[in-house]
Protein backbone atom coordinates (compact mmCIF):
# COMPACT_ATOMS: atom_id res chain seq x y z
CA UNK A 1 0.00 0.00 0.00
CA UNK A 2 1.09 3.01 -1.03
CA UNK A 3 1.27 5.87 1.78
CA UNK A 4 1.96 10.08 1.39
CA UNK A 5 3.03 11.36 4.65
CA UNK A 6 3.17 15.73 4.18
CA UNK A 7 4.85 18.11 6.52
CA UNK A 8 6.10 21.18 6.66
CA UNK A 9 2.83 23.58 6.66
CA UNK A 10 2.01 26.42 9.16
CA UNK A 11 1.22 30.00 10.12
CA UNK A 12 3.37 32.05 8.27
CA UNK A 13 3.62 36.47 7.35
CA UNK A 14 3.13 37.50 3.95
CA UNK A 15 6.75 37.50 2.42
CA UNK A 16 7.53 35.00 4.08
CA UNK A 17 9.05 30.72 3.76
CA UNK A 18 7.69 27.25 4.03
CA UNK A 19 9.09 24.26 2.53
CA UNK A 20 6.80 21.07 2.23
CA UNK A 21 7.77 17.40 2.78
CA UNK A 22 6.04 14.49 1.40
CA UNK A 23 7.56 11.03 2.63
CA UNK A 24 6.62 8.16 0.50
CA UNK A 25 6.45 4.40 1.64
CA UNK A 26 4.97 1.28 0.29
CA UNK A 27 6.61 1.41 -3.42
CA UNK A 28 9.53 2.04 -5.51
CA UNK A 29 9.81 5.13 -6.29
CA UNK A 30 11.40 4.86 -9.97
CA UNK A 31 9.22 5.86 -12.46
CA UNK A 32 7.04 7.99 -10.49
CA UNK A 33 5.93 11.43 -11.08
CA UNK A 34 5.38 13.70 -7.80
CA UNK A 35 3.13 16.49 -7.65
CA UNK A 36 1.70 19.00 -5.15
CA UNK A 37 -1.95 20.33 -5.03
CA UNK A 38 -3.86 22.73 -3.09
CA UNK A 39 -7.05 23.52 -1.86
CA UNK A 40 -8.44 26.24 -0.30
CA UNK A 41 -11.92 26.68 1.61
CA UNK A 42 -14.33 26.70 -0.75
CA UNK A 43 -12.89 25.76 -3.66
CA UNK A 44 -11.61 22.91 -6.01
CA UNK A 45 -8.33 20.88 -5.34
CA UNK A 46 -5.86 22.75 -8.30
CA UNK A 47 -2.63 21.74 -9.23
CA UNK A 48 0.59 23.83 -8.06
CA UNK A 49 3.78 21.41 -9.43
CA UNK A 50 4.70 18.54 -10.36
CA UNK A 51 8.44 17.12 -11.16
CA UNK A 52 9.22 13.88 -13.00
CA UNK A 53 11.14 10.74 -11.60
CA UNK A 54 15.19 12.55 -12.29
CA UNK A 55 13.96 15.89 -11.26
CA UNK A 56 14.71 16.59 -15.43
CA UNK A 57 11.19 17.94 -15.77
CA UNK A 58 9.42 20.16 -13.86
CA UNK A 59 5.96 21.88 -14.07
CA UNK A 60 3.91 24.64 -12.23
CA UNK A 61 0.65 26.57 -11.45
CA UNK A 62 1.61 30.19 -13.23
CA UNK A 63 0.47 31.62 -9.99
CA UNK A 64 3.85 29.94 -8.27
CA UNK A 65 6.04 30.53 -10.83
CA UNK A 66 9.44 31.99 -9.91
CA UNK A 67 8.12 31.48 -6.05
CA UNK A 68 7.72 27.93 -5.68
CA UNK A 69 10.24 25.26 -5.78
CA UNK A 70 9.65 21.19 -6.13
CA UNK A 71 12.52 18.80 -5.62
CA UNK A 72 12.89 15.55 -4.46
CA UNK A 73 15.40 13.00 -2.83
CA UNK A 74 14.51 9.75 -4.21
CA UNK A 75 17.21 7.96 -1.57
CA UNK A 76 15.46 9.87 0.48
CA UNK A 77 12.02 8.54 -0.50
CA UNK A 78 10.74 12.41 -0.43
CA UNK A 79 9.77 15.13 -2.20
CA UNK A 80 9.59 19.42 -1.27
CA UNK A 81 8.13 22.11 -2.06
CA UNK A 82 9.93 25.20 -1.32
CA UNK A 83 7.64 27.75 -1.27
CA UNK A 84 9.36 31.96 -0.97
CA UNK A 85 7.20 35.19 -1.23
CA UNK A 86 4.32 33.50 0.48
CA UNK A 87 0.95 35.32 -0.36
CA UNK A 88 -2.16 35.39 1.74
CA UNK A 89 -4.16 33.75 -1.31
CA UNK A 90 -1.58 30.53 -1.15
CA UNK A 91 -3.83 29.85 1.90
CA UNK A 92 -4.73 26.57 1.72
CA UNK A 93 -4.53 22.69 2.76
CA UNK A 94 -1.62 21.52 0.44
CA UNK A 95 -1.68 17.61 -0.71
CA UNK A 96 0.98 15.12 -1.75
CA UNK A 97 0.56 13.11 -4.66
CA UNK A 98 2.47 10.08 -6.80
CA UNK A 99 1.39 9.01 -9.97
CA UNK A 100 3.53 5.97 -12.51
CA UNK A 101 4.52 7.56 -16.15
CA UNK A 102 4.41 10.69 -17.21
CA UNK A 103 3.66 14.36 -15.71
CA UNK A 104 -0.06 15.09 -15.67
CA UNK A 105 -1.23 18.63 -14.17
CA UNK A 106 -4.68 17.23 -13.96
CA UNK A 107 -5.74 15.89 -10.22
CA UNK A 108 -7.72 12.77 -11.94
CA UNK A 109 -4.22 11.66 -12.96
CA UNK A 110 -2.80 11.06 -9.75
CA UNK A 111 -3.32 7.82 -7.99
CA UNK A 112 -2.03 8.34 -4.69
CA UNK A 113 -2.69 11.40 -1.86
CA UNK A 114 -1.24 12.14 1.25
CA UNK A 115 -3.75 13.53 3.94
CA UNK A 116 -2.11 17.06 3.66
CA UNK A 117 -0.96 19.94 5.44
CA UNK A 118 -2.21 23.65 6.23
CA UNK A 119 -0.18 26.54 5.00
CA UNK A 120 -1.62 29.98 6.34
CA UNK A 121 -0.58 33.02 4.97
CA UNK A 122 -1.12 36.43 7.10
CA UNK A 123 -1.44 39.25 5.72
Known amino acids: QVQLVESGGGLVQAGGSLRLSCVVSGRTLSGSVMGWFCQAPGKEREFVAA????????AYADSVKERFTISRDNAKNTVYLQMNSLKPEDTAVYYCAARWGVIFTERSRYDYWGQGTQVTVSS
Open 51 to 58: ISWNGGRT
